[in-house]
């Protein structure tokens, strides 16, 4: 299979691999200006680690379409504060997630909100949802829809979110707690159409 090499050093402020032969993207560099980077459509089955770690400007990243099923890695980065900060478009629709939850060890708890949901347990920290204002303080478009989330919602302390896409997201949940959305004082637009709900308490 024929690949495909890419400079990001030298790259646009955009940049769309949507249904590329094969990508390299071990060419990106630290100075990196990268604003836009659009991977849908392609067979990922994780998080692209170096584009997380070595994009520092990055404001719009598109995963949509692909094989992704879990968001660890968003949490385990060390620097992840700084990374990630600029972050404000996020699209993971139709990947096959089942759960916004992630493990990370008592010492990294930096890297978590204090008021985020947790559970503890032989030393490890549970957090039930990957997606707090620490991690991604200007986040203010998330896009889950078509994903293969198990079990309730989760809440999402992200209170600069404006727009939230949960369509044909959940494939278990039959309920809805409003208070979930008691965080998400910004919140305009907010989709949880085509899903199996029956009853919002």
Avoid at 28 to 55: F, H, R, S, V
Avoid at 122 to 142: A, I
Wanted: net charge negative.
């Amino acid at each position: 299979m024929e690949r495909e090499h890419y400079d990001f050093k030298n790259c646009a402020h955009s940049v769309d691999f949507t249904n590329p032969k094969y990508v390299l993207l071990n060419e990106i560099g630290m100075d990196c200006k990268l604003k836009y980077l659009g991977l849908n459509g392609n067979q990922l089955n994780e998080l692209p680690k170096t584009i997380l770690a070595e994009c520092p400007h990055l404001l719009h990243l598109n995963l949509g379409y692909n094989q992704i099923s879990q968001l660890d890695h968003f949490a385990h980065l060390r620097f992840q504060k700084e990374k990630l900060k600029t972050l404000s478009i996020l699209v993971l629709r139709n990947n096959p997630i089942r759960s916004l939850a992630f493990r990370v060890e008592n010492s990294d708890s930096n890297i978590v909100d204090e008021n985020a949901p947790s559970g503890e347990f032989s030393g490890v920290r549970s957090v039930t949802n990957v997606f707090t204002e620490k991690l991604f303080p200007n986040l203010y478009e998330l896009s889950l829809s078509f994903c293969e989330l198990r079990g309730e919602l989760p809440s999402f302390p992200l209170p600069q979110l404006t727009n939230l896409e949960v369509s044909m997201g959940l494939k278990s949940a039959t309920k809805l707690d409003a208070d979930m959305f008691r965080s998400l004082k910004n919140l305009e637009w907010l989709a949880l159409d085509h899903n199996s709900l029956r009853e919002i308490q």
